[in-house]
Nanobody, 126 residues
Framework: QVQLVESGGGLVQAGGSLRLSCAASGRTLSNYAVGWFRQAPGKERQFVAGISSSGFSTSYPDSAKGRFAISRYSAKNTVYLQMNSLKPEDTAVYYC???????????????????WGQGTQVTVSS
């Protein structure tokens, strides 16, 4: 079992930045591909970034390219999501998830992920 805990959310003005953290316990997170997702009220959960278990491969949807960056720090068993140039439409609950896949990013398919965190709220004011 892997327990994931997100942190770093909050209220920020448009154009600002936040760094989210996804800390794992129970098992070594470096054995898993990790994805970040977000879910706004009344909307489906949406993929915003993914990283392979090695950290060599990353993936982003067009909405996040150039603004978001995912990284992992194995020594701290943590994956980060750096979010810059935030927009009001980025407002959502952000979740991290771990997938038992190797050699690639797990991607946007929610069914690929085995473990989920409880989420952290990000609110971007205009």
């Amino acid at each position: 079992q892997v327990q994931l805990v997100e942190s770093g959310g909050g209220l920020v003005q448009a154009g600002g930045s936040l760094r989210l953290s996804c800390a794992a316990s129970g098992r070594t997170l470096s054995n898993y591909a990790v994805g970040w997702f977000r879910q706004a009220p009344g909307k489906e959960r949406q993929f915003v970034a993914g990283i392979s278990s090695s950290g060599f491969s990353t993936s982003y949807p067009d909405s996040a390219k150039g603004r978001f960056a995912i990284s992992r720090y194995s020594a701290k068993n943590t994956v980060y999501l750096q979010m810059n140039s935030l927009k009001p439409e980025d407002t959502a609950v952000y979740y991290c998830a771990a997938a038992t896949v190797s050699g690639r990013v797990a991607g946007p398919d929610l069914d690929e992920y085995d473990y989920w965190g409880q989420g952290t709220q990000v609110t971007v004011s205009s």
